[in-house]
């Protein structure tokens, strides 16, 4: 039998009986999760998969018995486990979502594709990118998805500029910038460039559709040992620039995007709940005449206005997207390769940052 039908998620356990549980799922198709990692972000993941008409959890793991203590409370009928092989290799599971400090998700990731099953995992997708080149090997060997949880693609905002991107509304694209400010939540094991920076540098790569060719970034450590204030600029094809300043040490919390394209500029705030992203008809035009002093500028501004967003949880979609894919048999746009360029970006910042600021190229 080949890998291919091997990995065929309705092909590869027909001991797997699909109880009647869910009748309206059409399609009789149910993806069975097993999570590792119920710490801050792990819940959110949990609640989501459960009660997706395409994807159920059996079982949590979690090695802090106080984190499954809260699983058990919260949902009886899922079972719990402090031993992730006990997940990994469950004959019942066909997907696992990684939930875990970076750090961890190359190993876990790697055994749960050896034991033929699909990875959902957290940003960073892992902490190097020799890691993230394996895994995304491995996966297409056993014909296995990977998805990488960059959340903010599924969200109402960068759904929608990215439909003002690629229908033409906004134009060429000039730049991405962005300030991703707040006090903590200090991690032990990443900078804040690895914690923070993965947000935008996903949202780039979805709207850019492009990748950098060079990284100048510098940032500075003052608490713990690893930076906790940075900013990273990013060289694009077609002279797009982008620009991030991601900081642990900040007294207020902002999160506000700029966009600026030929004929429209976007200024997206995440934080506020109307009117998350306004799109400006405002824009520069220069004509030049026969000499340098020649030059005519003129100022385009117009009307202001804030799209209708979808208003369904991030999570919610992605993970719905996640296992109709593999019951599709489909790659998901934010697979492995797509967390491999998040992180390729990532190292090339961290080194810039060690020679305090040289342009790092791609
Ligand atoms: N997509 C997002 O917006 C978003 C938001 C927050 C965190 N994250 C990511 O989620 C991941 C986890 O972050 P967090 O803030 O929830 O961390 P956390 O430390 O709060 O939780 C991690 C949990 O994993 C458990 N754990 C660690 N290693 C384990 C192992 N080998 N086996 C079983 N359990 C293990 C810990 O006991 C802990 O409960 C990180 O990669 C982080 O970047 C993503």
């Given at each position: 039998m080949s890998d291919l039908m091997v990995n065929q998620p309705s092909l590869l356990k027909p001991q797997i009986h699909i109880p009647?549980?869910?009748?309206?799922?059409s399609r009789g198709d149910m993806i069975r999760f097993g999570v590792i990692g119920y710490g801050y972000w792990g819940p959110n993941i949990v609640r989501n998969l459960h009660g997706q008409k395409n994807a159920q959890v059996l079982t949590v793991c979690d090695n802090s018995p106080s984190a499954l203590a809260r699983v058990r409370k919260a949902y009886p009928g899922i079972q719990t486990s402090s031993e992730p092989l006990e997940i990994l290799r469950?004959?019942?599971?066909d997907a696992v979502a990684i939930i875990t400090p970076v750090w961890t998700h190359y190993e876990l990731a790697k055994m749960a594709l050896e034991n033929g099953k699909h990875v959902f995992v957290e940003?960073?997708?892992?902490?190097?990118s020799a890691q993230a080149e394996e895994l995304v090997e491995l996966a297409a060997r056993k014909n296995l998805s990977i998805m990488v949880d960059?959340?903010?693609?599924?969200?109402g905002a960068v759904r929608k500029i990215r439909e003002l991107t690629d229908s033409g509304v906004l134009g060429d694209l000039y730049y991405y910038d962005s300030l991703r400010v707040n006090l903590g939540l200090f991690q032990?094991?990443?900078?804040v460039i690895w914690d923070l920076a993965p947000h935008d540098l996903s949202i780039m790569d979805h709207l850019i559709k492009a990748e950098p060719e060079a990284i100048v970034a510098t940032g500075e450590k003052h608490l713990?040992?690893?930076?906790d204030v940075a900013y990273m600029t990013l060289y694009f094809p077609r002279n797009v620039i982008a620009h991030i300043n991601v900081n642990w040490l900040s007294p207020v919390k902002i999160r506000t995007t700029l966009i600026g394209g030929q004929k429209k500029m976007v200024v997206w705030n995440?934080?506020?709940?109307?009117?998350?992203v306004r799109v400006y008809d405002k824009g520069v035009q220069i004509t030049s005449g026969?000499?340098?002093?020649?030059l005519l500028v003129s100022y385009r501004s117009g009307d202001m206005w804030a799209p209708q967003l979808e208003q369904v949880e991030a999570l919610h979609v992605e993970l719905e997207y996640f296992a109709d894919c593999i019951i599709a048999n489909k790659v998901p746009f934010n697979d492995g390769q797509a967390g491999l360029r998040v992180v390729r970006m990532l190292e090339a910042a961290e080194e810039s940052i060690r020679k305090k600021g040289e342009l790092v190229r791609l």
């Open positions: 009647p549980l869910f009748p309206q799922d469950s004959t019942e599971i940003k960073p997708f892992t902490s190097s960059h959340t903010f693609l599924f969200t032990h094991d990443v900078s713990n040992g690893v930076e995440d934080l506020v709940s109307d009117e998350k026969e000499g340098i002093r020649d």
